[in-house]
Nanobody, 127 residues
Framework: QAQLVESGGGLVQAGDSLRLSCAASGRTLSSYAMGWFRQAPGKEREFVAAINRSGGSTEYADSVKGRFTISRDSTKSTVYLQMNSLKPEDTAAYYC????????????????????WGLGTQVTVSS
């Protein structure tokens, strides 16, 4: 059974940076569009960033545009989320997701578009 595993979360201060990683066990990620989502306590899970299979196309939520960067390393079958200038409102559990089934788009924003999810990594930003 394939699994996604996120890592890199932690407790940081406002203005700091973190890099999250998402790796797969039992499956290579290079064939799939990938996304990062986050969920704060008491709130719904929301889209953060997405990347297409080749890494040549990316999209971001307006709230993170210019501060976060999604990338992928196909040789390591890993997807990254570089988070700079972190704010307290970025505090959430961060989840990576893979689009396994075929589709007609290069990137996906909807939770329902993804087929495989990790268990999440916690990011806490103090003010």
């Amino acid at each position: 059974q394939a699994q996604l595993v996120e890592s890199g979360g932690g407790l940081v201060q406002a203005g700091d940076s973190l890099r999250l990683s998402c790796a797969a066990s039992g499956r290579t990620l290079s064939s799939y569009a990938m996304g990062w989502f986050r969920q704060a306590p008491g709130k719904e899970r929301e889209f953060v960033a997405a990347i297409n299979r080749s890494g040549g196309s990316t999209e971001y939520a307006d709230s993170v545009k210019g501060r976060f960067t999604i990338s992928r390393d196909s040789t390591k079958s890993t997807v990254y989320l570089q988070m700079n200038s972190l704010k307290p409102e970025d505090t959430a559990a961060y989840y990576c997701a893979a689009r396994i089934r075929p589709g007609g788009r290069s990137v996906y924003y909807e939770i329902s578009s993804y087929d495989l999810w990790g268990l999440g990594t916690q990011v806490t930003v103090s003010s």
